[in-house]
């Protein structure tokens, strides 16, 4: 009969001839359900995003209540559930500067909004380690809703 050899999880190991605890990727790889973002976090990528990148998902494969829930879960504590910048962080001045998503000088896109959730942008952090690329279009498609819905109560 076989009897394994124990290893504690975190207990340090020859099983790597660098001398890693660890394996590493190999230089250049991407990890195994992640995709290239070819859009550095730089000012000009921003721009960059909000004019070229669009949506790989069509509206038959974006789940929009998911989004909805995505977006209730990680945004809407300081944007609103409307995406008016009245969140419950806003109401309570624990957070302010948080702009509506129908601000006129504030022309977001799908590639914006993608960008900010990627890698954050000034208050506002990244989650990208939050949410993986599906459920990120799935909350930009949401938020593209609610600016839509913004702008038509504003008329």
């Known amino acids: ?12 190991s020859k099983a790597f001839a660098t001398g890693w605890e ?13 995709s290239l973002y070819e859009y550095p976090d730089t000012a000009q ?11 790989p998902l069509d509206s038959t494969m974006v789940d929009m209540k998911k989004g909805e829930e995505l977006f209730n879960i990680y945004c809407a ?24 998503y129908d601000d006129a000088g504030r022309a977001i896109t799908e590639g914006s909004v993608y960008h900010v959730i990627y890698y954050g942008k000034n ?16 909350v ?9 819905a913004l702008e038509a109560s504003a008329k």
Do not use: F
Request: proline share 6%; hydrophobic share 30%; glycine share 10%.
């Open 22 to 34: 660890a394996q590493q990727p190999v230089d250049g790889t991407i990890p195994r359900g992640h």
């Open 1 to 12: 009969m076989y009897e394994p050899v124990p290893y504690e999880a975190y207990s340090e």
């Open 123 to 138: 208050a506002m952090g990244s989650y990208a380690n939050q949410l993986n690329e599906k459920e990120r279009w799935e």
């Open 77 to 100: 504590i300081c944007h609103g559930n409307k995406g008016n910048g009245k969140g419950k962080l806003v109401q309570r001045e624990k957070i302010l500067g948080v702009p509506s």
């Open 140 to 148: 930009v498609a949401h938020v593209m809703e609610l600016k839509k």
């Open 45 to 55: 990528g921003y721009l960059m995003a909000k004019e070229n990148l669009k949506s």
